[in-house]
């Protein structure tokens, strides 16, 4: 029997956290031990916020639905079909998700292993499809566009910077925004970035990556300097808050910021921003070092990806005409 225990983050919202190993088969609740506090910290500790705050939203979805944990597979394959229309498939996925660890975390057999679910969860997949909306991504040439049409204001100084560092670096949002002074170091080739922990690496093993000096105008190596130059910033947080009276504020920016920023910056420049996100400098970093001949091994060195395979959800559309079959044949 698998034992867990629904534990809670700083809003009170529960959230599921393995105890020990096991299965179970029947629906009855297996009520599990007391566990002491020291325990219960660090079990609290064994998911990230993000990851907290998705079960317990997700919990409550399911809940509002007039449906509870434990529950049998009948129940769940009904939620499922109620959603299939209103939600992503990915979404979709993610409850499904929620509520079986839900399950497990209450000592309670898993309702989602049953083939009536799964038969379910394969029907939406085929109806809706599991393509996925990509951001597009702001490759090299384009982003040099949305460059050009920035000025030497404050909140532009910045937002060079980010944006170059963030595409030089194929940053996801968080990590971009959650640099601080003391994880640059310069080198004479350029910097090196401590990327001290990210989505992938939730345990703080960390890695490195390099960012040479440019050979155009537009390094990111200079343009992160003339930022922190500019602010005055020796410590603490790269990226921060800028009032609208060109104020800057000691706090560091959201990862919501990021994407915010590449919408503002790519509307100017004449881009459809709805089809941007912050993910778009990471996925254009990704395309346009293929474009550009570095081999997969050199762009997953500074993705961070650890295979071929994942970093190709990241290579879009701008690779499709590179040495293309029918351009050499017709």
Request: with cysteine; glycine share 8%.
């Amino acid at each position: 029997m698998q034992k867990q225990i629904i534990v809670q983050n700083e809003s009170g919202a529960s959230c599921a956290i393995n105890c020990n190993s096991g299965t179970s088969s029947d629906w009855q609740h297996q009520p599990a031990g007391p566990l002491s506090e020291p325990i219960r910290r660090l079990l609290t500790h064994s998911l990230s916020a993000n990851s907290k705050r998705a079960y317990a939203a997700d919990l409550a979805h399911f809940r509002a639905s007039g449906r509870d944990i434990p529950c049998s597979p009948e129940v769940v394959a009904a939620y499922l079909a109620e959603i299939a229309d209103a939600f992503g498939v990915a979404t979709i996925q993610r409850r499904l998700a929620a509520i079986a660890k839900a399950h497990r975390a209450s000592g309670h057999g898993d309702p989602c292993r049953a083939e009536i679910v799964k038969a379910t969860m394969r029907g939406i997949r085929r109806i809706r499809g599991v393509a996925q909306r990509e951001a597009q991504a702001l490759q090299r040439d384009d982003l040099f566009m949305v460059l050009e049409k920035m000025g030497d204001r404050t909140i532009d100084v910045r937002d060079r910077a980010l944006l170059l560092l963030g595409f030089a670096a194929a940053f996801r949002r968080s990590e971009l925004v959650g640099l601080d002074c003391g994880d640059v170091e310069h080198v004479r080739q350029g910097i090196v970035l401590h990327l001290r922990r990210s989505k992938t690496d939730q345990d703080g093993q960390g890695r490195k990556i390099a960012i040479p000096h440019g050979r155009t105008r537009w390094c990111p190596v200079r343009h992160l300097t003339d930022w922190l130059a500019h602010a005055g910033i020796e410590q603490g947080p790269i990226f921060r808050s800028i009032d609208r009276h060109g104020h800057i504020a000691p706090d560091r920016l959201s990862g919501e910021a990021v994407s915010t920023i590449t919408k503002k910056r790519v509307a100017a420049a004449g881009f459809d921003p709805a089809t941007f996100s912050g993910h778009s400098l990471r996925a254009g970093f990704a395309t346009s070092a293929v474009i550009a001949g570095a081999s997969t091994f050199k762009v997953r060195a500074q993705t961070g990806h650890k295979s071929d395979a994942m970093l190709g959800r990241y290579v879009r559309d701008g690779s499709l005409f590179t040495d293309n079959a029918a351009g050499a044949v017709l």
